[in-house]
């Protein structure tokens, strides 16, 4: 069966840096655009960081360009983000998620499988 299983969450001080991983499994990763996803504590999910299938095409959010960066290796089935400058309002649980397309959208009704989330906690 298909699973995502994200790792590399933490604390850490503001204006550090995390990277977090993706590993998927159960299907043919190189075909799917892969993106993250994230929500904090009394907030909706948003849209992080999204890549295509070859990772070829990249897309943020504008609260993050700049700071984080999307990558993939498809020969490991895992994707990546880096996260720099981190600041207290990055705070969030990150969930990796496969997209229904081959393109990158940012609505979570397109993304049909999701990981179990890793936390991230910003703070001095």
């Known amino acids: 069966q298909v699973q995502l299983v994200e790792s590399g969450g933490g604390l850490v001080q503001p204006g550090g840096s995390l990277r977090l991983s993706c590993a998927a499994s159960?299907?043919?990763?190189?075909?799917?655009?892969m993106s993250w996803f994230r929500q904090a504590p009394g907030k909706e999910r948003e849209f992080v960081a999204g890549?295509?299938?070859?990772?070829?095409?990249?897309k943020y959010a504008d609260s993050v360009k700049g700071r984080f960066t999307i990558s993939r290796d498809n020969a490991k089935n895992t994707v990546f983000l880096q996260m720099n400058s981190l600041k207290p309002e990055d705070t969030a649980v990150y969930y990796c998620?496969?997209?229904?397309?081959?393109?990158?959208?940012?609505?979570?009704?397109?993304?049909?499988?999701w990981g179990q989330g890793t936390q991230v906690t910003v703070s001095s």
């Open positions: 998620a496969r997209s229904r397309i081959v393109g990158v959208l940012t609505t979570m009704t397109m993304y049909d499988q």
């Open positions: 159960g299907f043919t990763f190189s075909s799917y655009a």
């Open positions: 890549a295509s299938s070859s990772g070829g095409v990249t």
